[in-house]
């Protein structure tokens, strides 16, 4: 048989006792971690390691100062920090506590949020799922141009167009809502309350939150969507079944960064809102004014003229730093349980 087909039976090739000797299972993959040597990559890697680590050192930077100038002041202070809505830091011992700070912050924050998010995922469905191609393009630019409208044009549009207007809306609401404590009515100018400074937080921060979730529901495998279409699915069905599951991780990311961002907003809420005196008594309403933590430090910027005095207000800005890194942690702790899930 050798003879006829040219091939010998020393010729013929023995295999070694270990097949898997010299195979690709003896190979090092090339993970995550593998490096091939090269000088830029290297560099490169070099580079982003050093640009994380710096991220992080400044984050613990800012996080010590912000204890270390607070705590003269904390150690000074004769009120529950707190719990305490007085505000005194001219009188030794101090007596400042946070409580209202934390509530405006918190509650037009919460409340802006409320408005934008379901708008900002309604609009990224229809650019990506409903409208045209000539449509779309054009819509997600201009959504998009509003996230580069600064702060101050937002405060001054509310201030001097939409708040002279806005009493109606106010007065609509009071008397439908007003028996619930949030909607109570007050003597407060309606273009001045925490409302209304949360109806513009949400309009600043809803093109962030439409962007992002826009570029999530895009990327939805057409895969996913086909499968639901041909098991007979209605247009809302793919939505719900196979578009908003994808993005939901997309949706908590972007909500985070537009929270984020209204938790610190600074100019436009110190012209909208109307600081209180302070002794003005506790009130729960979201038509009544007051401060947030930016902008409380903003408006008495240019009374830092000791190191005590101006660590009643870093604390205060501590505070705000801590807030805003727990939210963030929180969400990072969200979406990688949903994507744990989802794998």
Sequence with gaps: MSSITGVSAADTPV????????GPEDRTPAGDGASTGRLGDKI???????????????????GAFLVIQAIPALADNDSNFLLSQDWDVDSSPLHFGIARLLWVTVATSLVAMAIAVPFAVCIALFLTQYAPSWLAKPGAALIDLLAAVPSIVYG???????????????????????????????????GSTIF?????????????????????????????????TALGATKW???????????????ISASMLGLGRALGETVAVMMIVSALAPNADWNWSLF????????????????????????????????????????????????????AFSE
């Design 15 to 22: 295999p070694d006792d270990d097949p898997h000797e010299g």
């Design 44 to 62: 490169f890697s070099a580079l982003a390691s050093g640009a994380g680590i710096l991220v992080v050192a400044l984050v613990t930077l800012v």
């Design 156 to 190: 001054l549009w509310g201030l001097f167009t939409v708040g002279p207007l806005f009493q109606l809306v106010q007065d609509v609401i009071t008397s439908v809502l007003g028996w619930f404590p949030l909607f109570s009515e007050t003597q407060t100018s309606a």
């Design 196 to 228: 209304f400074v949360s109806v513009i937080l949400a309009i600043m921060i809803l093109p962030i939150i439409t962007a992002l979730s826009r570029e999530v529901f895009a990327q939805t495998p057409q895969a996913h969507k086909d499968a639901a």
């Design 237 to 251: 069905e793919v939505i719900r079944t196979a578009v908003l599951p994808f993005g939901k991780p997309g949706i």
């Design 288 to 339: 009544t004014g007051g401060e947030t933590f930016a902008s409380k430090i903003a408006n008495n910027a240019g009374e830092f003229d000791n190191p005590t005095k101006t660590g009643a207000y870093i604390a205060a800005g501590l505070v705000l730093f801590i807030l805003t890194f727990v939210v963030n942690s929180l969400a990072r702790i969200v979406i990688e349980r949903r994507k």
